[in-house]
């Protein structure tokens, strides 16, 4: 990790400002259930607006879920005055993704000053029992926090 | 493709009662824009409640369409009483996912008896501006239209 | 895992046979390090002839050894009259592949009656130190040990 | 694509140049088919020591060639004094891959001043055959020339 770790409390307050301006979150119904560092778990309780065609969560869903606990995981390790986005991830669904919730984890393998990858797992749960429902890779960049906004789109580095 | 092509009407009736039966779809605002054998085309209006933290389009949400319209797009070229689950997809963001809608297109490049990959682009829509947003790839399994629900897991093809 | 477990000495004379049949393996120089059920490791010492233009191991070298692994893996919980294919599979290169030897684990994460997921992941080794170089995802699929050869294209499951 | 096109014939110079340097290349019997800006085929011809178990090419082949020239294609677009690595790529392998040889492009879908994103297909040649054998996305950054062998690693972008 080749930044100075930032201070707990200070990342927790910028996760959730974050997560706070991510209209997608609070659509879906998403809970941040643990914020450390390199690591965040989102939980996702079921939601018939959640589904796909048998009733269980949506892939759609599943996946959002997984590559905003990435994002989240990847921004506690980077600089304050920075901003995430995901570059690509991957989503391989292991079983039907039916429960009281889902458990999404993101987790840092290898973070850089540029490039962050992110190993994401997704449990449903029922009662005691967990399934693994999908587990997933995700590369995610680091800009500066104003980056996308502002600069004509051929200097925006790596997404321009 | 191994299959009898279906005939077209009945293709559009069996994607629009799958499509009405997934939850996910109407709460996100999904619309289907055309359906035809082998590729299906969804669109997506802007809303804040669909955006991350820059206020653009949240990947969940890009990935989420492009995922679906994949499904969709394999799920024209499969037998009638079967049903479509995906195994596994990607998706690489190539620009922010600003404008006023997304378009998704899913393609099958490949139609297996079991396995079907599909190509996924999504392209954002601002006036008459198209910018193209994520690409990715998606493998999808062909199950007997009643296998998720009724078999205990280990008889499940695939997904067991 | 829905399969009777096969004998120990059956998997590894049945992974040993396959490997030997692989002309890449030997071409490449790969050996079999340690072959346990639903979980392989190869290792690729290294040699001029496996390098990119940086002279560290080649993506393409990392990848192909920890395809592999991960088939193998996969295969050790397969039935006897069967045969392993990789469907697809996804590679996060973490650092530059440079040191005397990579060492490739595959580990079965899902194992279905048709399809199985892989975990994969590439260490250098120089010295004492390890690095971890890459990490992947894949998909096999469980074929009839004679299919891919003889019957019609279209018939053959998955691929056709 | 953020910077001035090169002239052709430095193109094809520079490509050549990392071409010859690769050992990877020399040792599968890789042959550059074309290059153009932005786009890379490569070929390699049928031989005994490139199979798998059942005597077609091996996936690991088929994706290192495959990964190469996608490689290239963004190297193509790349400013004089650079490098590229592959950050991560991604294959799906649509039939079994047998002929007299296999023909790779690589093409840059989206280049920016960081990442550079590839479509990868491939298909098998025999007679006038051709089977579209794989697909695949990779991501390509670009490095300073000098980077991956003398800075000290968390100076490193995007992979340290």
Request: hydrophobic residues 40%.
């Amino acid at each position: 990790m080749p930044h100075d770790e930032p201070l707990h409390g200070d990342i927790i307050r910028r996760v959730e400002e974050s997560f706070a301006a991510q209209g997608l979150m609070q659509h879906l119904g998403v809970e941040i259930a643990c914020i450390r560092p390199g690591e965040v778990t989102l939980r996702l309780p079921y939601d018939a607006r959640l589904t796909q065609h048998h009733g269980f969560f949506h892939a759609g869903a599943t996946s959002a879920l997984a590559d905003t606990a990435g994002g989240f995981a990847g921004f506690t390790q980077f600089p304050p005055d920075s901003s995430v986005l995901t570059t690509e991830f991957k989503m391989n669904l292991l079983a039907p993704a039916r429960g009281e919730c889902l458990i999404a984890v993101g987790r840092v393998i290898r973070s850089g000053r540029t490039l962050t990858v992110c190993q994401l797992d997704v449990h449903a749960q029922q009662g005691d029992d967990r399934t693994h429902v999908a587990t997933g890779l995700q590369t995610l960049i680091c800009l500066p926090a104003s980056a996308p906004e502002s600069p004509p789109r051929d200097t925006t580095p790596g997404l321009s």
